[in-house]
């Protein structure tokens, strides 16, 4: 691997570095010089594991947007195809296997995110595709005589990924060894039918994409010019967690599985030292605004933090429920009475303990009773604004307005729950 080049000939690798994108580059110079002499193809895959991408997933859509907007054009990669094998790659286990109906029915949902953060008209329109549209039609013995005699398994276990978990003595299937060489041949179909030349991806992608590269070089099929690849860092917080993890879970793109209200908070809940870097990869503001932003500490950053969630919620969510959660957030977070704004559940009981409550799936407030008894103990629950310290406390319905009680849970949930309604 090459050293970065700095400064960067091309708008785009300059884009990445100042924005904190690159991680790793197959040929730093090569890269550089093709992004700069004219609009290049380039890809990044997803293996539809969910019914929702994540805030993490959503480092490579916004690189992705980046290229597109200095007009560059991608390819997104519906993985249902190597969904059916499971990706090893940060795994110490074998992945579960899905079945093809709910492989089909992510795809469909996961695909309604791209035209938020993509332009999919246009010269450097984006396209959309799905890898089982050719892996399915492979025949094995074929596949192997052209695409697995340019592989050796001493280069394949030294991929850290594959060495890892033999380090650890950990099974490694021969499904997920195959792996490797499914995502290489798409970066070789993709480079052969449509002049794609550079494959993104995260950092634990390393090992397969070099294979993609190496691949399409020992083929021959180089002609057009050699392939190449960019990884991303993987994103942690200051503290040193995976970014877009909280107590919850996964932080979803899909308003389904995190609303937008949720989606708000969680940017405003960032530490104060991840906001600049926060705002340079997941909004559309211009680095030097940032920079003159990120200038403030204390109680001024939280206009910073504010400004974050609803420049990203906007991006994800659109403007109207960005202002929504904004507004929501003022009301819950302020100290006046108005909660209209603020998200509102249902729990199918009219009655039920606080801690019971707490656990109940339309809340979620925490994982366990465990954790919520110690919570409510020590003073982190309010209901109607009053501190409630009974984890055995019977709420019922005719105790609150219109059945509904408002639930201050921490710095962070507010929520109004409406006791004994239909979901």
């Not at 634990?204 to 399409?216: C, F, R, Y």
């Not at 606080?354 to 994982?367: E, I």
């Not at 310290?389 to 509904?404: I, N, V």
Request: aromatic residues 8%.
């Amino acid at each position: 691997m090459t050293e970065p080049l700095d400064p960067y000939a091309s708008a785009a690798l300059r884009e990445l570095a100042t924005r904190g994108f690159i991680e790793q580059l197959s040929d730093a110079a090569a890269i550089d010089a093709a992004l700069a002499t004219g609009p290049i193809t380039f890809y990044i895959g997803y293996d539809p594991t969910a019914a929702s991408l994540h805030v993490g997933n959503l480092v490579c859509i916004m690189a992705m947007r980046r290229l597109q907007r200095l007009g560059h054009r991608p390819i997104v990669v519906m993985g249902s195809g190597t969904a059916r094998i499971g990706d090893p790659s940060g795994k110490s286990e074998l992945r579960k296997m899905l079945d093809p109906d709910a492989i089909a029915s992510n795809v469909a949902r996961i695909g309604q995110v791209f035209g938020r953060f993509l332009e999919l008209d246009g010269d450097a329109a984006a396209i959309v595709v799905d890898n089982f549209d050719w892996l399915s039609g492979l025949g094995y013995i074929g596949f192997l005589r052209e695409i697995g005699v340019h592989f050796t398994v001493n280069r394949m276990i030294a991929t850290k990924t594959y060495r890892d978990r033999l380090d650890a003595e950990a099974p490694l299937s021969f499904i997920e060894f195959n792996y490797q060489l499914l995502q290489a041949y798409d970066f070789l179909r993709l480079y052969r039918e449509r002049g794609c030349t550079l494959q993104l991806g995260g950092s634990d992608q390393w090992g397969n994409m070099i294979a993609g590269v190496e691949l399409i070089r020992r083929t021959g099929l180089d002609a057009a010019g050699p392939a190449h690849c960019l990884t991303f860092p993987l994103l942690t917080t200051t503290d040193g967690k995976k970014m877009g993890k909280t107590e919850k879970g996964a932080v979803w793109l899909d308003a389904a599985m995190c609303p937008p209200f949720d989606y708000y908070q969680f940017w405003i809940g960032c530490d104060d030292g991840d906001v600049r870097k926060l705002l340079a990869i997941y909004t559309d503001l211009e680095m030097d605004e940032i920079d003159a932003r990120c200038q403030v500490q204390g109680a001024a950053l939280r206009e910073v933090k504010a400004l974050l969630a609803f420049e990203a919620t906007k991006l994800c969510h659109g403007e109207e429920a960005a202002r929504a959660a904004a507004s929501a957030a003022v009301q819950a977070f302020g100290a006046g009475d108005d909660w209209s704004a603020v998200p509102q559940v249902t729990v199918a009981t009219p009655n039920v303990r606080l801690v019971d409550l707490l656990v109940d799936p339309a809340v979620a407030a925490f994982p366990s009773k465990r954790q919520a008894r110690e919570r409510i103990s020590g003073g982190a629950v309010k209901l109607d604004g009053e501190p409630c310290r009974e984890p055995d406390r019977e709420l019922r319905a005719e105790q609150f307005t219109d059945q509904c009680v408002r639930l201050q849970v921490g710095k962070k949930l507010r929520l109004r729950v409406v006791l004994g309604g239909s979901p």
